[in-house]
């Protein structure tokens, strides 16, 4: 069983900053993939960004440029820099990770995100 613990979510005004971060502990496994989801309210959970083992990353076209994904593979650890936040961006943010043998995906509990003026 994998546990994901997020840190970093709050509140902040439009164009600031705010750094998402997501441990993975908890067994013996092997993360392929981490990152991150986002859900507003009354809309659908979309992918954020991504990032493999081999460190690929993926954004979202409405956070290229202002989003960074990175990943600590000793810690089994992502973050996410955000910045240029946008009242668009407020959402709960949830972190995910995909092991292999067995492949499984766990989610985080997830984080508020919200951008205001």
């Known amino acids: 069983q994998v546990r994901l613990v997020e840190s970093g979510g709050g509140s902040v005004q439009p164009g600031g900053s705010l750094r998402l971060s997501c441990a993975a502990s908890g067994g013996i496994f092997t993360l392929t993939t981490m990152g991150w989801y986002r859900q507003a309210p009354g809309k659908e959970r979309e992918l954020v960004a991504s990032?493999?083992?081999?460190?690929?990353?993926k954004y979202a076209d409405s956070v290229k440029g202002r989003f960074t994904i990175s990943g600590d593979n000793v810690k089994n650890t992502v973050y996410v820099e955000m910045n240029g936040l946008k009242p668009e961006d407020t959402a709960v943010y949830y972190c995910y990770c995909n092991t292999e043998s067995p492949s499984f995906r766990y989610w985080g509990q997830g984080t508020q995100v919200t951008v205001s003026s």
């Open positions: 990032i493999t083992r081999g460190e690929y990353t």
